[in-house]
């Protein structure tokens, strides 16, 4: 297992989503991945950018050049991005090209504020298949870890399952 440092790039997506009352929608807040890798104890170096805070579904090519950029040109070959997972696999596809990054994409599929939620659990998932993954794209999420452009979401399983 590599000792290397991580570089987790947020950007969004219902892991940092949060609400303000029962009647409110949903809206991204300040990340809350620092604090789920303080609270986890992580011992091994790394530091958080925030790229963006949007909702995945409000993506766009021009999001996706800014990530891919931002993967390009960390110093780090070990990265973690937090995503929303609507549209996590296209931005798999638009990182395919970045040669020598180990590069996994996470997220969760209920904010990481709620008390039930898969977001420690994705996360540190993410981290483990960054250390061990070897370079390429990789989506890890609910106790898996996949190619990331061999991979698409069920909405109507909520989860993500391999392309035949």
Do not use: C
């Not at 990265?79 to 931005?91: A, L, P, R, S, W």
């Amino acid at each position: 297992m590599s000792a290397d440092p991580i570089l987790v790039l947020t950007t969004g997506g219902t892991i940092d989503k949060n609400y303000f009352d029962a009647l409110s929608e949903y809206q991204i807040t300040d990340s809350g991945i620092p604090d789920l890798l303080k609270e986890a104890r992580v011992a091994l170096p790394f530091r958080v950018v925030e790229l963006m805070r949007k909702d995945s579904l409000e993506l766009t090519d021009a999001d996706r050049t800014l990530i891919a950029a931002a993967v390009r040109e960390a110093p780090e070959s070990r990265i973690v991005i937090t995503h929303g997972t609507d549209t996590m696999t296209e931005t798999a596809k638009a990182l395919a090209d970045v040669p020598d990054k180990v590069i996994v994409l996470t997220g969760a599929l209920s904010p990481a504020r709620f008390a039930e939620t898969d977001a420690p659990f994705n996360l540190g998932m993410a981290f483990a298949a960054a250390q061990t993954a070897s370079p390429g794209v990789w989506i890890a999420m609910s106790g898996q870890v996949f190619n990331g452009v061999k991979v698409k979401k069920d909405r109507a399983a909520g989860r993500f399952i391999p392309l035949d």
